[in-house]
């Protein structure tokens, strides 16, 4: 089975600012032709921009068969931060093909959403996409006023990173409330902190491996920039073999520590 994703080349045709961390850009062109959406709300692309071999992931805010749109986090320093704080509007990138990995069982009860502002393109299109028939309820850790950006029904809690660049998710996710009977629980955000939920939620909630998502989408680095791993291949290769979405996730964090 191949592992490679197929690439797409668009142009950057519009950027548009959200918050004062928060750039909305608009690819489009003919180099799109074939790109598909996969359905699944919280699918992420490869973006690999000008000068770079190496991709950078985005959720796929939304596809419309024509434009691209990517909400994209602008932090301290970073190879897409820093062609997206420039001039780069004109300028060529390639995509990958869309993969993603939400997946609610169907007789969930309730919907929980938690994640920092890197997740708020996904959680924003999860809930857009599957709140109506199911209790939904949101916590984003933001430093922006984003009141706006999610969809009108869940119920948000807002909360304040507790420096910048930093998460206290884990801790919030040890304090939920969780409501009676079966559902589903999402979560992306620093990879430690994901990590410490992983284990909150086998070992202290008991939940399936079915009931539950927890990706990290970023890794603090001190040092030096982290490595960038495709999630894509790592997602095949582990639905191919069988694997949950747990066991997928805990070896994409594996592969960018190595
Ligand atoms: C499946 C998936 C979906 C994702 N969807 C989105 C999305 O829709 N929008 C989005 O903005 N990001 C998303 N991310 C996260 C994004 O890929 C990373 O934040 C990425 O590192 C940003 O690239 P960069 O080139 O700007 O910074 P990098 O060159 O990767 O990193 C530079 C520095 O910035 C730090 N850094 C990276 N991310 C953060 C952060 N979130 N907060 C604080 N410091 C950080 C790093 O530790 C490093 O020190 C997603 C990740 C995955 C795996």
Not at 50 to 65: A, H, I, L
Not at 226 to 244: L, Q, T
Request: net charge negative.
């Amino acid at each position: 089975m191949s592992t490679r994703a197929r690439r797409y080349e668009a142009q950057l045709v519009d950027r548009e600012t959200i918050s004062p961390h928060l750039l909305r850009l608009t690819l489009a062109g003919d180099g799109l032709a074939g790109f598909e959406s996969t359905g699944i709300p919280d699918e992420w692309v490869g973006l690999i921009v000008p000068g770079q071999f190496q991709s950078r992931y985005y959720t796929v805010r939304s596809w419309n068969g024509r434009e691209l749109m990517l909400d994209v986090v602008v932090h301290e320093v970073g190879l897409v931060t820093e062609w997206a704080t420039r001039d780069c509007v004109g300028d060529q990138v390639t995509v990958t093909e869309p993969r993603g990995s939400f997946a609610m069982p169907g007789d969930a009860g309730w919907l929980l959403l938690v994640g920092d502002l890197t997740a708020m393109p996904a959680m924003a299109r999860i809930a857009e996409t599957v709140s109506k028939p199911v209790e939904t309820r949101i916590w984003a850790e933001v430093p922006d006023d984003l009141a706006g950006y999610l969809p009108d029904g869940p119920g948000v809690t807002w909360l304040e990173p507790p420096a910048p660049g930093q998460s206290a998710l884990a801790a919030v996710v040890e304090s939920i409330d969780w409501p009676p009977g079966d559902g589903y629980f999402w979560m992306a955000g620093e990879s430690a902190q994901m990590r410490a939920i992983r284990k909150h939620l086998m070992r202290e909630r008991g939940l399936p491996s079915s009931a539950y998502d927890v990706m990290g989408y970023w890794r603090m680095a001190t040092r030096r920039q982290p490595r960038s791993v495709d999630p894509g291949p790592i997602w095949r290769a582990g639905k191919a073999a069988g694997k949950s979405d747990e066991q997928i996730w805990a070896e994409y964090d594996e592969a960018r520590d190595g």
